[in-house]
Nanobody, 121 residues
């Protein structure tokens, strides 16, 4: 089974930055589509960003211009650079992956355990 392990979360003040990492247990060249989601307790999980093997990217409107998704296939690692963080970015952030092309339904069978991001005002 594919394991995804996130790291890099923490507590920062508004305007600060964090870089999240997600290390996969397999070569991520097999994971054509990878992405980040976030969730606040009691709320539905929210799409943040995704990236495919060609490094085509997509972002939620709420994070465009502030977050950057990238992948290092040699390191089997997905990243999310988060700049100019806002209190509303506070959430548990999850790494997700699928061994297929990205699709509009955003179906990801593989998920990490999550890493908490807390942004204070």
């Amino acid at each position: 089974q594919v394991r995804l392990v996130e790291s890099g979360g923490g507590s920062v003040q508004a305007g600060g930055s964090l870089r999240l990492s997600c290390v996969a247990s397999i070569s991520i060249t097999s994971l054509y589509c990878m992405g980040w989601f976030r969730q606040v307790p009691g709320k539905e999980r929210e799409f943040v960003s995704r990236i495919d093997l060609l490094r085509n990217t997509m972002y939620a409107d709420s994070v465009k211009g502030r977050f950057t998704i990238s992948r290092d296939n040699a390191k089997n690692t997905l990243y999310l650079q988060m700049n100019n963080l806002k209190p509303e970015d506070t959430a548990m952030y999850y790494c997700a992956a699928v061994g297929a092309l990205c699709d509009p339904q955003l179906n990801f069978p593989f998920w990490g355990q999550g890493t908490q991001v807390t942004v204070s005002s």
